[in-house]
């Protein structure tokens, strides 16, 4: 930016400020800038632009934007030798940018003016961008979280994750059952990344390891690997709210060596020489849906492998550009585990530094403890990663070793601590060897690591009982707990602009950065004009996503009703059919005639189901019969309805949860390690149902118990149930509703007749019931209840919700990173300063 004045004939005119074409924010420079993208970057006239021509010309405009802050960051953080954060995680489930970004950077309102002017509507492009779902659910949205939370508070950091080309499947509804399709959000190209084809890393997989003593008598293990692979990294600017700080999110895509097998195409074999090409592009192919029986195994360990190994060769090298040695790489790095999943990285930082670069074990092994915190995110036995230990021998031999041998002295360590205790080594060992032997990841990670931690209290005091108990009892100074928590600005700025609006009207802005300033809102809970306002914002919230559901299901629903909401991917422990089993019992309480009793209600159901887990997919083609039934039914006279959301995703969950009346967070108890979707709801003043599981105890005692509505069996009653012959029969035999419920399941009337369709859904709920739905049956119901009494009395609700909102400071995700950083991380914020960059001279090129 630069400042011209104009002198003419001695008389003084006011300094006109010109802008820079590809930074200014004025509304005429970024109308411009977006007309100059179209002509030059999409090479469009603007008459025949399509819609997404003009929504990269907008994103290319806000990227100019970005990248200045972005090199900046660069530059300071490099200048000022910081240390930073290195998240690694497989999954950055970052939803869509373009709004995030406005909001963040402060351009929102002049962008839609520019956007206007050019007789664009603006809405429409905000539509056409097509979310990167680089994740599952809520361990990768997490992970995008706590990158905006990074940002905002100025911390150095970097984000490493994998370019997956296929990110999570698309859902669509067909007869009721959920098919998949595949994800293209790289279909229409990507403007908000650069790739970085300079800082390409190797990655070796499989071959074998031989052993030699080096010149100076000194053993050295050399990997002689059967494949190689290149790990290119493209690059995401994270922007902070309202700061100038931009930190990368360093996704790696794999690509072949070379484009051919030149040997194969000589000899004429054209498909064989791109069939290599093909092998090695496959690891960064896809996104595993979770929950999946896992066959293809193998490919799943490589994609861990393959984005661990280049973000911490790409460590080393920006270690080693900023002119460091080695033996202060952990006073550089705090490299997060996000779950277990990049844990195999603790054996590749002890390769490197072994084999690579020469050092001894004992320090090696120091540096990288050092470096490494773990966090888990599960309890559930299915997602504690275990890998055959012949498959790995098989993708990593060298690390199979440096495994055993890490194992080895960690065991002789137990030893000394705990003598003659044969069975706790057995069950510490990183090997289990109790049938068929396995690599237990979670013990690695927590062997390796300085810092362990869970994502709520109920869940890290469990881990300390439960999967890590042993390790706890070693090490209880290495465990700890981070609740976690959301960002408010996608969670209520960008997606509750109206909300949003009225409480910084209200109290100023200062709770978009320090989310307990919310609590000034406490007193207006009390003045009905305010009260007024809130509930209109509230019913226009409901008013859309009415509009939303009749576009997409053709269903119309009442927006004066309660709008009951369930979204998160379907699992059996989170039960999304004991709400089902609720919705029936309504059905047949009006059919039974208690109509003018029940306070009208939509019930809003959305998620995905891995595809291969058939118990929740059923779960999906029961709520889509229940819906046709009770939708279609007239004695119902629209009283409830029901609407499965399909593609349940970020941008979905954007309009959700600013509409939501009532939170359904009803998982068995002691199952859900925190969840994060109940904050994103109460924060958009939303009323929670849910049981004391997760992070739901904590929003309780911070919301007060009387605007919460608690149902349900605590976690030590379930595991004493359990260990007295939970037996689901008897509540069925003994609740008269609670049998007809469950036997219209089975009768056909939610399956056009079948009998057979529902049959496993019954017989899991009678026979086994894993989940204890029978058992927390009456107690929902009885909540419910509540809930519609509470909901007939508006203006107390409201209050609830004004209140709920008010105490929600603590589920700023800025809270959870600011205690990873003083806890675990030890790093320190940096201020970056704005500053003209100089694009032709040469600046640093290090990260
Ligand atoms: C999930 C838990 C949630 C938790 C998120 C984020 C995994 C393995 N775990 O309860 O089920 O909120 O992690 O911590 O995806």
Redesign the pocket.
Known sequence: MFEVTVVEKNVKVPTVVVEDDRTGTSVETLKRAIADNLFYIQGKFPDVATRNDQYMALAYTVRDRLVHRWLTTTKQFIKNDVRAVCYLSAEFLLGPHLVNNLVNMGILENVKKAVEALNIDFEMLVNQEEEPGLG???????AACYMDSLATLNIPAIGYGIRYEFGIFEQVIKDGWQIEITDKWLHFGNPWEIPRPEHTMEVQLGGHTEGNYDANGRYRVRWIPARVINGVPYDTPISGYKTTNTNTLRLWKAEAPESFNFKAFNTGDYTGSVQEKMFSENISKVLYP?DEPIQGRQLRLEQQYFFTSCSLQDMIRIHFANGQKLETFHEKFAVQLN?THPSVGIAELMRLLIDVYAMEWDEAWEITHKTFGY?N??L?PE?LEKWEYDLFATVLPRHLEIILEINQRFLDEVREKFPNDEARLKRMSIIDETGRKFIRMAHLASIGSHAING??EL?SQLVTVDVLKDFYELWPEKFGNVT?GVTPRRWMVVSNPELSAFISETIGEDWICDLTQLKRLEPFANDPAFRKRWAEIKHQNKVHLATYIKMHSGITVDSNSIFDVQVKRMHEYKRQLLNVLYVITLYLQIKDGHAKDVCPRTFIFGGKAAPGYAMAKLSIKLINGVADVINNDPEIKNKIKVAFLADYCVKLGQQVYPAADLSEQISTAGK?????GNMKFAMNGALTIGTLD??NIEIREEVGAENFFLFGLTDPEVKDLKANNYRPLDYYESNEMLRRVIDKIGDGTFSEGSRQVFAPIVDSLLNRDEWMLLADYQAFVDAQGRVSDAYKHKDEWIKMSILNVARMGKFSSDRAIKEYCDNIWNVKPLKVVLEDLDPVAAVCAIY
């Open positions: 599952n659910g809520g361990l990768g949205r997490l979770n779950d966090t995110h599960t559930m997602a994502v709520a869940h976690n859900e390690a925190s969840g994060t997760g992070a």
